[in-house]
């Protein structure tokens, strides 16, 4: 069932939690050159969403940018665990409402960043990464750390679930303040899918392997370093050098 949007959209969900989503995004906020984290939850008839800048969202549900979105998803159907880096200054035209977005976020400096996606079987969660455009190589350091990107949406997925009231807005579905046009435009910059590699500490920007993760995994357990040695088929010595890698990056 689908919710009417507030008239005073300062009552609006998203306007509402973004100062919680701030303190949730914090960790990435202020340990990367990420300057805003955004997640758009998008059904056919209505969808949700949840932004660090709380100024940004107020004028985005003010101007109806909402109805954007169907659009994009529709010109560039996202396959699950695809990304997309973007550029706004370079965007196709899709229609005016959606190139006047464009232009809003390239006079606030914030055209350039990553969207990775996630999809149901009745939507598409996509999950934005936008960068500060002064930071050196920007576009470069968006591609490299994809696989952090990813650990950080398991992160934030976790905080929300762990907060009745979050859980509730995240699920909620609003009304769309108009008719979506839709155009059919031919693309192909969406990149595959791939396996995550490495999996981030967003403190340090250290890194633990799949080998140290499963490591980590018989360690919670309670098992000690020769019974993990036995279940990995590995040598004594080989878990030991493992644990001391561990420990000296955590």
């Not at 959209?9 to 990420?34: G, R, S, W």
């Not at 098992?223 to 493992?242: P, V, Y």
Request: proline share 4%; glycine share 2%.
């Amino acid at each position: 069932m689908n919710i009417i949007a507030p008239k005073n959209i300062e009552n609006h969900d998203a306007v509402k939690y973004a100062k919680d989503i701030t303190q949730i995004c914090a960790p990435l906020l202020d340990e990367t050159p990420i300057k805003n984290f955004a997640l758009e939850r998008v059904y056919q008839d209505g969808g949700m969403g949840f932004c660090t800048d709380v100024e940004w969202t107020i004028e985005f549900f003010k101007k109806g940018y909402d109805i954007c979105f169907p659009e994009e998803y529709a010109v560039l159907p996202p396959s699950p665990g695809s990304y997309l880096p973007w550029d706004l200054r370079n965007a196709i035209e899709i229609s005016e409402k959606m190139t006047q977005f464009n232009k809003d976020l390239i006079d606030r400096n914030a055209y350039q960043g990553v969207t990775i996606y996630e999809t149901t079987e009745d939507c598409v969660n996509a999950y934005e990464f936008t960068i500060d455009v002064d930071f050196p190589s920007s576009m470069e350091y968006l591609l490299k750390n994809i696989d952090l990107f990813k650990n950080f949406i398991f992160y934030f997925k976790e905080k929300i679930h762990s907060d009745k009231k979050l859980t509730e807005a995240f699920y909620k579905k609003y009304t769309f303040t108009e008719e979506p046009i839709i155009k059919n435009v031919e693309t192909s910059i969406v990149q595959q899918p791939f396996k995550v590699k490495k999996y981030y500490l967003l403190d340090n920007q250290s890194s633990f392997s799949k080998k140290e993760l499963s490591i980590l995994k018989f360690i919670a357990l309670g098992q000690t370093s020769k019974q993990i040695a036995k279940n990995l088929n590995n040598s004594f010595r080989t878990i030991e050098k493992h644990l001391v890698n561990i420990k000296n990056k955590a």
